[in-house]
C-alpha cells in the first residue's frame, strides 16, 4: 500500500519557496522579527501641550473680565442718561442769571514814575449785582464770590472785591448795591502799555467783571455736591472820571455768561 503526500496547512508566504538550485533544493525562508521587549530601548519622545492650556485659559480670563466691565460701565452709563432725561423733563432746570445794571467809575488812574522804572494803578468801582433764579423746583446754595475787574480787551487786572455767600430759593432773586472793587497795584510794562491805549479812547475803557465761587444745587429731596461757577460780564464801558466827580459807565449792552469750573486733579475747566 502506497503512501499519500499531503500539502501543508498554511502556504508559504513572502517567496518562502525559491526557484531550485542547481542541486534542486530549495532555500530556506528568511527568519520572523522577534516582538519581545526590550528594556534598553527609549520611547518615542511626545510633546505634551499642557502650557499652551495654561495660556489659553489665562487668555479666555482675561477677555471674559474685559467683557463684563465694559458691560457695567455701559450699563451704567445708560442707568446715569435716563436718570439725567428723566430729571431735566420733570424740573427743566436752567442756569441763573447774572447781571450788572449799574456801575461807577470813582477812580481809575495810571501813574508813571518820572524815570519811568515803574508805573501804578489805583481804581475804586461801585457797582450793583442782580441775581436771578428762574427755576420753580431748584435752590441754590452760594459760597461766598470772588470778584475781579479786568480790561476787557487785554484781561489786565484792575482790582478785586468780594460778596458773601447766599441762598437763592426757588423763583427767587436778589440785588446787591454798593458793591466795591479796589486795586492799588503796580504793573508790568505790557500791562501799562496796553492800559494805557484803553484810556485813550474816546468811548471809554472796555470792562469786565468775572465772580469765582461754588454753588449746591437742591433739586426736590436731592442735593448735589459743591460745584465751581465761574460767572463773567463783559461788553461795559466807561471813562476816567474827571477830578472827583464818578463817571458812570454804560451797561446796557452787558451780557453774564455762566460756566462750570470742574476742577480734576491739578487742572481746573
Request: hydrophobic content about 35%; some cysteine; charged content about 20%.
Amino acid at each position: 500500500m502506497t503512501d499519500r503526500v499531503f500539502p501543508a496547512s498554511k502556504p508559504a508566504t513572502n517567496g518562502a519557496v525559491a526557484a531550485a538550485n542547481g542541486n534542486g533544493a530549495a532555500t530556506n525562508p528568511a527568519p520572523a522579527k522577534s516582538h519581545l521587549y526590550n528594556p534598553t530601548s527609549r520611547a518615542p519622545y511626545r510633546p505634551q501641550p499642557h502650557h499652551r492650556r495654561h495660556r489659553r485659559s489665562g487668555r479666555s480670563f482675561c477677555c471674559c473680565c474685559c467683557f463684563w466691565t465694559i458691560l457695567i460701565v455701559l450699563i451704567l452709563a445708560l442707568i446715569v442718561s435716563v436718570c439725567g432725561i428723566a430729571l431735566y423733563i420733570l424740573y427743566r432746570p436752567h442756569r441763573p442769571e447774572f447781571s450788572v445794571p449799574f456801575l461807577r467809575i470813582h477812580r481809575l488812574n495810571l501813574t508813571t514814575a518820572s524815570d519811568s522804572s515803574s508805573s501804578h494803578l489805583s481804581t475804586l468801582l461801585n457797582m450793583t449785582i442782580f441775581i436771578k433764579n428762574p427755576n420753580s423746583h431748584i435752590t441754590f446754595f452760594y459760597d461766598p464770590f470772588v470778584l475781579t475787574a479786568l480790561s476787557d480787551s487785554n484781561d489786565v487786572q484792575l482790582g478785586n472785591g468780594s460778596l458773601p455767600g447766599f441762598t437763592l430759593q426757588k423763583k427767587n432773586e436778589t440785588t446787591f448795591k454798593g458793591v466795591l472793587i479796589s486795586g492799588s497795584n503796580e504793573l508790568d510794562a505790557e500791562s501799562v502799555t496796553a492800559l494805557r491805549s484803553d484810556l485813550r479812547k474816546k468811548n471809554g475803557v472796555g470792562l469786565m467783571i468775572q465772580m469765582d465761587t461754588k454753588v449746591k444745587v437742591k433739586i426736590g429731596g436731592f442735593k448735589a455736591k459743591k460745584i465751581g461757577i465761574r460767572v463773567k460780564c463783559d461788553k461795559i464801558k466807561g471813562v476816567v472820571p474827571k477830578g472827583k466827580t464818578p463817571s458812570v459807565a454804560v451797561t446796557t449792552k452787558s451780557k453774564c455768561k455762566v460756566d462750570l469750573r470742574i476742577k480734576i486733579w491739578k487742572w481746573t475747566f
